[in-house]
């Protein structure tokens, strides 16, 4: 099975900081890598897919980046709406693993 | 628009039976590939099993592999989740999720509201 691991497992950080989450998978992924955000309450929702492409509707401050077993999620000005609990998945083989989360909190 | 409306999920005893049902709408369920995905309390989400569009592909998490098992009714556009055997640790809301296909890969596109299974002892 392909394990993620995701660092940091938190921070804390300002409005208008640059943020980088990495997720590390423990065999190579190519680039069937995705990334979520999750809200209190709600679903998670996805960011982006295939490592490095933006969803649809989703600001252009997100954007990821990576391939084989090291991927990043950067937010490159941190907005109010950000502060939330964010997610990366490998769709590459079953089964579909999640990392266990980066929580993103203001300072 | 796309829906996926989960219901089933109560309080149940450890050991006892429960069966989740999807109800989906919006979109050509038979051309689908469809998950449950749970996520316990205070915790990240968990990939629980996956069934291809005819249902005859599926998978299931180590987790729940033996005791869990995944279908579908295309032709009343459901999804199910037939959970035997459980455990306190499947404590969690369920969601279906429908998946997006793309040339070379895939994602969780949509997502219910999830239903809560309560295993209690």
Not at chain 2, 63 to 82: A, H, M
Not at chain 2, 98 to 111: A, D, G, I, M, P
Request: glycine residues 10%; aromatic residues 12%.
């Amino acid at each position: 099975d392909i394990q993620l691991t995701q660092s940091p497992s938190s921070l804390s950080a300002s409005i208008g900081d640059r943020v980088t989450i990495t997720c590390r998978a423990s065999q190579g992924i190519i680039t069937y890598l995705n990334w979520y955000q999750q809200k209190p309450g709600k679903a998670p929702q996805l960011l982006t897919f295939a490592a490095s492409n933006l969803q649809s509707g989703v600001p252009s401050r997100f954007s990821g980046g990576g391939s084989g077993t090291d991927f990043t999620l950067t937010i490159s000005s941190l907005q109010p709406e950000d502060f939330a609990t964010y997610y990366c998945q490998q769709s590459y083989s079953s089964p579909f693993t999640f990392g266990p989360g980066t929580k993103v909190e203001i300072k | 628009e796309v829906q996926l409306v989960e219901s089933g999920g109560v309080v149940v005893q450890v050991g006892g039976s429960l069966r989740l049902s999807c109800e989906v709408s919006g979109f050509i369920f038979n051309d689908s590939t469809m998950h449950w995905v749970r996520q316990a309390p205070g915790k990240g989400p968990e990939w629980v099993s996956v069934i291809s569009g005819d249902g005859g592909t599926t998978h299931y998490a180590d987790s729940v592999k033996g005791r869990f098992t995944i279908s579908r009714d295309n032709s009343k556009n459901y999804l199910f989740l037939q959970m035997n055997s459980l455990r306190s640790e499947d404590t969690a809301l369920y969601y279906c999720v429908k998946q997006w296909e793309l040339r070379t890969s895939w994602y969780f596109h949509v997502w219910g509201r999830g239903t809560p299974v309560i295993v209690s002892s």
